[in-house]
């Protein structure tokens, strides 16, 4: 049986769980070991370091801790692993649209653009533990990866 090759949209909820340990860590780390086609945005990577950043501000994370955490997502984004989305224009037109279209799911601002963004990538599948998000994207087309 031939499998089927997805464009899957990593967001900040799934992508931290790769380098902070927490629940479903390992789950997110085996599922997306030896995958291609993943998309990450540089959304989610500033939103990963802003709760990295939150953790040593709250005594969790050392200052060397949050900084290798930092450099090897850095590293990994780098590595061509993901294809980087960037916010453009044309995404936050989409975003928009997407703000104003969406009625039965209460959708948030960066929840728009990361929709956007997974549109941009030509995402089919979309990886979140954020079940507001996850909602979003069903009703928006796109299938949700549940782990």
């Known amino acids: 049986m031939a499998t089927v090759d997805i464009q899957l949209y990593v967001d900040s909820s799934a992508l931290a769980k790769l380098y902070v340990p927490e629940l479903h860590s390992d789950e997110v780390d085996s599922y997306l070991r030896g995958k291609v086609g993943l998309l990450i945005s540089e959304l989610a990577i500033t939103e990963v370091l802003s ?38 224009p044309a995404v936050h037109r989409e975003a928009e649209r997407l703000l104003l279209a969406t009625t039965a ?25 954020d079940t507001r998000l996850r909602d979003a994207a069903l009703q928006s087309g796109l299938n949700a990866v549940d782990i």
């Open 105 to 129: 799911v209460p959708l948030r601002t960066l929840d728009a653009l990361h929709l956007a963004l997974a549109f941009s990538g030509a995402a089919t599948h979309l990886l979140t533990f």
């Open 51 to 88: 709760a990295i950043g939150r953790r040593k501000r709250e005594g969790e994370l050392t200052s060397a801790a949050a900084n290798q955490i930092r450099d090897a997502l850095l590293a990994d984004a780098d590595s061509g692993a993901f294809a980087r989305l960037h916010l453009d």
